[in-house]
């Protein structure tokens, strides 16, 4: 899954496109064009099909592969309070993105929010939302931060806006020359799109919980799924539209429209290729898509996604068993950051995907980490092979064996 828009753009950076600390500007470009040089003459890739596996021999290559509770905690996965609970916690990482020179004075290590604590700061102390408490009439108010434009806005706990502003902002990401790609202008200048409302992500830096309506199988089914979901903008946050599952032989195991429970403030369709038509023909609810996907997936399931806590976080399930094509294949530059779907899909698999213009296709999305983790398991395979295969080259020369 994708968490669209800024915060995604910055996360999913590529090695060659992140700029060097200290860099001019013009030497940014000298390098960059330098890449666009190599990168023209080079080959594409052939389309890769990693070869079929049988079920029970994935699983076995997978398990060096699972994520530990403590990886899944960093990387913002919901995790269960206490056994049986069904109350889950995530831990949202603040991403330290570049920011207009307005902002510079945002303090990224300003205190973790605390419910019902003092906020003394301007209102940008949080990149989530803080209730604020100036007055009786505003004690209702939870104040959000617009993951597009930045700017902060109030809504009503029952999720009305306290005031109607429209939403300026650019939907391209961050160049390493300090320019947004939708529209090549500098970082700080005024948006290029506008959209009714401002949209919050539902969740904020920190400790996010206690979250209630997750689900957890209890009982084991076994099997191996790649899971893709979009998303939607609603007043309640980021919420589930669509999903897809597929199995380890790339056939489509479940998909379906989601009705979120919230109204609808933005499709996103950009990002999420879903256009107010889809949802008008959705007709199952959350709650049924996780009875759904519990028909198949046991406790002992293995999970693959990329970035698949945003996928869980929106299914709302727990579930322990999961490879990660973002751990699988890390940036160069550690993390927080992240390979993009569409990078590792180009250039590994010699697929694109996310390139149609009408946003993101779970399915082809799920397909596309399902083969990056099967190519993993064929290289690694392959490799073990070929070691076993290899004569020891220390061995002492004997002439006596030699001439046998
Ligand atoms: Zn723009
Ligand atoms: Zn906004």
Redesign the pocket.
């Known amino acids: 899954m994708h968490l669209c828009t800024h915060w995604h753009d910055w996360f999913y950076q590529e090695p060659t496109a992140g700029g060097v600390p200290g860099e001019s500007p013009c030497a940014a470009a000298r390098r960059r064009r330098a890449r666009d040089r190599r990168r023209a003459t080079a080959p594409s890739p052939p389309p890769t099909t990693p070869p079929p596996i049988a079920t029970d021999q994935l699983v076995e290559a997978l398990r060096p592969h699972l994520l530990s509770p403590k990886r899944m905690w960093a990387l913002g996965y919901p995790l269960e309070i206490e056994p049986n609970s069904c109350k889950a916690v995530v831990y949202v990482n603040p991403p330290p993105r570049p920011r207009p020179p307005q902002f510079t004075s945002f303090d990224v290590n300003a205190p973790e929010f605390v419910p019902g604590g003092s906020q003394s700061d301007s209102g940008r102390g949080s990149l989530g939302s803080t209730p604020r408490s100036e007055s009786d009439e505003e004690a209702d108010a939870v104040e959000h931060l617009?993951?597009?434009?930045?700017?902060m806005?109030r809504m009503t706990r029952e999720g009305e806006y306290v005031v109607e502003?429209?939403?300026?902002?650019h939907w391209g990401r961050i160049s390493s020359d300090s320019r947004h790609t939708c529209c090549d202008a500098h970082l700080g200048s005024k948006g290029c799109s506008t959209?009714r409302?401002?949209?919050w992500s539902g969740t904020r830096p920190g400790m996010n919980g206690p979250l209630e309506g997750y689900v957890r199988a209890r009982s084991p089914r076994g099997g191996v799924y790649a899971i893709d979901t979009e998303m939607c903008y609603t007043t309640a946050g980021l919420e589930l539209a669509s999903i897809a599952v597929i199995a380890a032989d790339g056939r489509l195991v479940y998909r379906s429209l989601v009705k979120p429970s919230s109204p609808v403030v933005d499709h996103n369709t950009r990002f999420s290729g879903i256009r107010p038509r889809d949802l008008a023909r959705a007709t199952k609810t959350l709650r049924d898509v996780q009875n759904d996907i519990l028909g198949f997936v046991g406790n002992d399931t293995i999970l693959i996604g990329h970035a698949l806590e945003n996928d869980l976080r929106s299914l709302k399930l727990l579930h322990s068993a999961v490879v990660d094509t973002c751990a699988l294949y890390p940036h160069s530059r550690g993390f927080p950051l992240r390979r993009s779907l569409r990078a590792l899909s180009q250039e590994l698999l010699g697929r694109s995907v996310q390139k149609s213009s009408s946003g993101h296709s779970p399915l082809e999305d799920a397909r596309a980490a399902m083969d990056l983790v099967l190519l993993k398991v064929h290289e690694e395979r392959a490799q073990r092979s070929r070691a076993s295969k290899q004569i020891p080259i220390l061995q002492p020369y004997d002439p006596l064996i030699s001439a046998a």
Not at 165 to 169: A, D, K, P, Q
């Open positions: 617009c993951v597009r434009c930045d700017k806005f502003e429209s939403c300026v902002y959209a409302f401002h949209v």
